[in-house]
């Protein structure tokens, strides 16, 4: 089956680093999109990785590792606004997304 | 500015009652999505639309109806065949161009209730 995994809740300093993780299995693998999930809003798109290697855009990048199943992003320089879910989605061989339940960041001051 | 519109923001439904959720894009995106998101799990694909007057249904399709009669707009109709239909709906759209791996841009969703 499909199947991803990402930590439910994350707690991160302002100014701070944090790397939010995610592993996946899917039937086939055509790239794998990060998006951002403010309380209550809709999903906005960060990233989208599909090769191995690093992505860097300001201040998030993104890793992806298609051997290992595994991708990060990675947050710099935390702000308060970086508060909200991370959601981490594989695209399957039928180019279908499918979707973490996604990690809660929570910025402490 | 471009954009996807969904609406209303809020619905309540009543029992054995039908309502639909408007979506309109003027992105000119081929693609159209609807997704059903319940807290704590991830997006469920209801259903797409690749072209006009063509959907597919995705993982949770039963108790939904949608039509693409135009480019622009992908209505999601909840039928009362939909026993727990309480949760937040998404409607999303991407261009089809350098193959299908365009990211997908949400609307603002409309968050459903049972009265």
């Known amino acids: 089956g499909q199947n991803i995994d990402q930590p439910t809740e994350m707690t991160a300093t302002e100014g701070a680093i944090v790397q939010i993780n995610c592993t996946y299995q899917?039937?086939?693998?055509?790239?794998l999109f990060w998006y951002q999930q403010h309380a209550g809003e809709a999903p906005t798109f960060l990233s989208y990785n599909v090769l191995d290697g690093l992505e860097e855009k300001g201040r998030f990048s993104s890793f992806l590792s298609r051997s290992k199943g595994y991708s990060y992003l990675l947050l710099k320089e935390l702000q308060m606004k970086d508060s909200a879910s991370y959601l981490c989605a594989p695209m399957d061989s039928n180019y279908q997304l499918i979707w973490g339940a996604g990690t809660k960041l929570i910025i402490k001051p | 500015d471009g954009g996807i519109t969904q609406s209303p923001k809020y619905l309540f439904r009543k029992e054995g009652q039908n309502v639909t959720l408007s979506c309109e894009q003027n992105?000119?995106?081929?693609?159209m999505y609807w997704y059903r998101q319940d807290p704590g799990q991830g997006l469920r694909l209801i259903y797409y639309s690749q072209i006009v007057n063509d959907f597919q249904k995705g993982d949770i399709a039963e108790g939904y109806s949608v039509s693409r009669e135009k480019k622009e707009s992908f209505p999601l109709t909840v039928t009362s065949a939909q026993k727990n239909p309480t949760a937040f709906y998404l409607c999303?759209?991407?261009?089809?161009?350098?193959?299908?791996?365009?990211?997908?841009?949400f609307g603002d969703g409309t968050r459903l209730s049972i009265l």
């Open positions: 899917t039937s086939g693998f055509n790239g």
């Open positions: 992105l000119n995106h081929d693609a």
């Open positions: 999303a759209s991407s261009s089809l161009g350098q193959g299908d791996t365009q990211p997908q841009h």
